[in-house]
């Protein structure tokens, strides 16, 4: 299988939270492989969990609205949505 990416991915471990609704409690997930587009995050039951939803990522002062593009069991690859993009 060949790569798609165009960019460089900067491996990392860092604590996650996915937020599905602003009332409701995040679900933890651990981030890993970001650039400036996208990201890969690892959580339980990943199937669970919306295409759409805000991921904060504490220590990189990071929190951005995310779409999946690939999901698995335990994963999910992840792009930033662009402010005022169309799908």
Known sequence: M?????E???PC???AEI????????VLAKAHDISDHG???VVLNA???PNEFVVSIPRRRMREIVRVVRRE???L??????VGATA
């Open 73 to 75: 069991d335990q994963e």
């Open 47 to 49: 199937k669970r969990i």
């Open 13 to 15: 471990y860092l604590r």
């Open 19 to 26: 937020i599905v609704a602003p009332n409701a409690d995040p």
């Open 39 to 41: 990201l890969r995050l």
């Open 77 to 82: 690859g992840v792009i930033i949505q662009q």
């Open 2 to 6: 060949s790569e798609r990416r165009q």
């Open 8 to 10: 460089t991915r900067n």
